[in-house]
């Protein structure tokens, strides 16, 4: 669980985090060493595999293969083992558990308002802080360095990145409890950093990210993944990323297939408030389709889902994603939460600051006889995603910035915000130190992309481009 703090007054709060640097010394954090212990990268990334589809695997390795950056977004598994070998301060929050940058993006809230807040919760589980943020920094560096940025702007991308954490949770650790609670990035702080903090080209840049994320909602969506066929709206077929349940099993059990992702999305509706349930209800099913997502989620069990409401021209798209234990789980203990999905709703609900209002879980029994939890969410609503190889260093310096003070946000609503505070103290040590460990993880991240690469060049394990 994350760290109780009922009852306790603020000085004891901060007494204890700056005891917890006797056992965790902040220039620790700067530490780095591959366990003799440590598996064989492959042999977690197979790990993995064995209980996803087997003929998407293929696709998850290729798209790992393509370079070390991409190989970081899957490899959230092999990083867990390395991070619960690192030191840390005993003090815990609910954790994104992946947090490398493409994970933090435009997103729309309830009130239609556009902010930047966390995405991705697959991994979500309390635990220490510490791991997040090493997370984040490693991407930045590992970024950097495909972008090729010097030692010396990798570091300061870093080392900003971390100082925004550092100081927004001290600025947080002095706020109320509601106060924290209400905080978040909208459009207008947005627009202010990009114009603290960027040329006229990031300006320009930043101007379009956000117009471009406010016309990606369910019509754009509908728009470009349907199509009429025989006077009926379907999804239009990509194969294999995207392949309608028509095309992808005989009738019989298609059908069956058909009539537990129906019950799946009725169901489902329970976990929703009851405003949102009664929304939910006023549209139809209408198609079906399974869909290939991201780098380390290839593999899952992912559909989209077309529901009509008023008329043909009035749709959602949901997407309902299987959900499997954390990857941080052997090492920050098990979910509170029996159900996969339910720990990633709530995750999600308790780290982001405005959440999609048809956010929800459930667990069904597929036409195998196994039983899978699934989380649901709308496909696309106003998400914005960044481009890091478009990123000058300037550029990269700002964006680390706003993902710093988004997770330290997220972990000061959990967390005990005052102790991380007082930990983390009003001096760089902290900042220096990931900065050391974010260039130490990324050399291990291209030796263990080097293994990959060899695996499949030995045919050890197969690599598909899609």
């Not at 709060?13 to 591959?34: I, L, N, V, W």
């Not at 558990?97 to 435009?106: M, P, S, T, V």
């Not at 929703?272 to 939910?280: F, N």
């Amino acid at each position: 669980m994350a760290d109780q703090v009922s009852g306790r007054l603020p000085e004891e709060r901060a007494a204890r985090g700056r005891a917890a640097r006797a056992d965790a010394p902040r220039s620790a954090h700067a530490e780095y060493q591959p366990s003799a212990k440590r598996p064989d990268p492959v042999d977690t990334i197979e790990a993995q595999s064995a209980a996803r589809l087997p003929e998407l695997v293929p696709i998850r390795y290729g798209r790992m293969l393509e370079s070390p950056f991409r190989f970081y977004r899957g490899a959230a598994a092999i990083m867990a083992g390395d991070l619960a070998d690192t030191p840390r301060s005993g003090i815990t929050a609910q954790l994104c558990g992946d947090a490398h940058l493409l994970n933090f993006r435009l997103l729309a809230s309830p009130e239609r308002h556009l902010v930047f807040d966390i995405n991705d919760f697959d991994e979500t589980l309390p635990g220490p802080w510490e791991w997040d943020v090493k997370r984040l920094a490693a991407s930045l560096a590992i970024a950097g360095r495909e972008n090729g940025y010097t030692d010396a702007e990798r570091a300061l991308v870093v080392r900003t990145t971390v100082r925004s954490y550092r100081e927004r949770m001290r600025h947080f650790a002095g706020l109320g409890n509601l106060a924290v609670w209400y905080t978040q990035a909208d459009a207008d702080t947005l627009r202010a950093l990009a114009d603290r903090k960027l040329g006229a080209r990031g300006r320009e840049r930043t101007r379009r990210a956000m117009a471009k994320a406010r016309s990606r909602d369910s019509l754009q969506a509908f728009e470009k993944l349907t199509r009429v066929a025989d006077g009926r709206r379907r999804i239009t077929p990509d194969p294999p990323l995207i392949v309608p349940l028509q095309d992808l099993l005989p009738g019989v059990e298609r059908d069956a297939l058909e009539e537990q992702l129906r019950e799946l999305i009725e169901r489902y509706s329970h976990s929703l408030q009851s405003d949102r349930r009664h929304l939910l209800r006023q549209y139809r099913v209408v198609d079906m389709a399974r869909k290939v997502v991201g780098v380390g989620s290839v593999g899952t069990r992912c559909w989209i889902i077309l529901l009509l409401g008023r008329d043909d021209e009035d749709p959602l798209l949901l997407q309902a994603k299987e959900a499997d234990r954390s990857v941080l789980a052997p090492y920050a203990g098990t979910s509170g939460y029996d159900n996969q999905g339910q720990r990633v709703v709530a995750g999600q609900r308790l780290m982001q600051a405005a959440g999609d209002i048809f956010l929800g879980w459930e667990r069904v029994t597929g036409i195998d006889g196994r039983q899978r939890d699934f989380y649901v969410r709308q496909l696309r609503d106003w998400k914005g995603i960044a481009e890091p190889q478009l990123m000058v260093p300037k550029d990269m310096r700002a964006f680390g910035e706003l993902c710093g003070a988004t997770l330290a946000r997220a972990h000061a609503r959990s967390g005990d915000r005052i102790a991380i505070a007082a930990y983390l103290g009003g001096g760089d040590v902290f900042d220096h130190a990931l900065t050391e460990f974010a260039e130490r993880y990324a050399d291990q991240n291209e030796r263990d992309h080097q293994t990959l690469t060899d695996a499949v060049r030995t045919g050890r394990v197969p690599a598909q481009n899609a």
